[in-house]
Nanobody, 119 residues
């Protein structure tokens, strides 16, 4: 199984980025997907999750109204549209896959993509 995250980069505060996570080696529609992030020196935190069908989504309170998670099952890809980015949101963003919607620990993790938000 591989989860390949991409789309990170350097953006100014208030800017936008769209992350992608391409999955392979699994039956994508059997898996709910999540995005997490880890800031330097901090623990990894939940950002958003989406059900296998895309019909149910959940967000961390800190990103509600600014971030949107979506998926394209035909492309085995999950996305995270991030708007109005803040410097405190700098970190490595990871995608994850699990057959449960709210697992204690996700089964598969991607390698992460760096997001840097400058002030």
């Amino acid at each position: 199984v591989q989860l390949q995250a991409s789309g990170g980069g350097l953006v100014q505060a208030g800017g936008s980025l769209r992350l992608s996570c391409a999955a392979s080696g699994l039956t994508f529609t059997n898996y709910h997907m999540g995005w997490f992030r880890q800031a330097p020196g901090k623990e990894r935190e939940f950002v958003a999750r989406i059900s296998w069908s895309g019909g149910t989504t959940r967000y961390a309170d800190s990103v509600k109204g600014r971030f949107t998670i979506s998926r394209d099952n035909a492309k085995n890809t999950v996305y995270l549209q991030m708007n109005s980015l803040k410097p405190v949101e700098t970190g490595v963003y990871y995608c994850a896959a699990d057959r449960r919607f709210t697992p204690a620990e996700y089964e598969y993790w991607g390698q992460g993509t760096q997001v840097t938000v400058s002030s």
